[in-house]
């Protein structure tokens, strides 16, 4: 069976760390080798990016924080992603591309066309078979984050910047129902699990 590049994305707040759990139980109980990594980070030199671009005292200006974002997205794809896939092993990746053109992008005012020009240079045809967008709204997110103690440098926005994040991941999905699965979040957790164990099934019964 070829392996499958799989992505869980979504706004702050949406409960992506509790259903990763989920997927891990997932891929377990039919013993399919999967590797779970995220971004950015995800290697030495990620990881490194990712403070930096997390820490709130950081000040960056938005070309250049586009810019750091794929370049750990390409040491990622060097190092981890690749070698994985075409060694038959199953990946998932906790955000990817999808979270530059809502972050960056939507969030932040970025031009799409520019993201896609990296995406296309950083990630050749490379896209991934299926991505999970959970999805709740904004005012829910803002919410959440609210109560962190210690907000990152996203995290520390104001709510109609999490208004546009939400909005442009809805805008992505729309464009391309095929790849996308929006689940909705803001509900019981045992009915989030419900859809993500049936996009992951329908994910690995396509040819």
């Not at 109980?29 to 779970?36: D, G, N, Y």
């Not at 950015?40 to 490194?48: A, M, Q, S, V």
């Not at 005292?57 to 250049?64: E, P, Q």
């Not at 896209?127 to 990152?152: C, G, H, M, Q, W």
Request: hydrophobic share 45%; aromatic share 8%; charged share 30%.
């Amino acid at each position: 069976m070829k392996p499958r590049f799989i992505t869980l994305d979504g706004i702050d707040g949406s409960g992506k760390s509790t259903h990763l759990d989920a997927m891990k139980d997932w891929f377990a109980a039919r013993r399919l080798p999967v590797l779970f990594t995220r971004e950015p980070g995800g290697t030495p030199l990620g990881e490194e990016l990712r403070r930096l671009l997390l820490d709130p005292a950081t000040r960056v200006g938005l070309h250049a924080e586009a810019l750091l974002m794929f370049a750990a997205r390409r040491q990622h794809l060097d190092d981890v992603i690749l070698p994985a896939l075409a060694g038959g092993t199953n990946v998932v990746s906790d955000r990817f591309t999808d979270a530059t053109f809502a972050y960056q992008g939507g969030g932040r005012g970025l031009p799409a066309a520019d993201i896609a020009a990296l995406e296309n240079w950083v990630q050749g045809s490379l896209r991934p078979d299926l991505t999970l967008i959970l999805d709740v709204p904004a005012e829910v997110s803002f919410e959440r984050v609210a109560k962190a103690r210690n907000k990152d440098r996203f995290e520390q926005e104001q709510a109609a910047f999490f208004l546009r994040v939400r909005q442009a991941y809805l805008d992505r999905a729309a464009a391309d129902t095929q790849r996308y699965r929006v689940i909705d979040s803001n509900r019981d957790k045992a009915e989030v699990r419900a859809d993500v164990e049936a996009a992951l099934a329908a994910c690995f019964e396509a040819v």
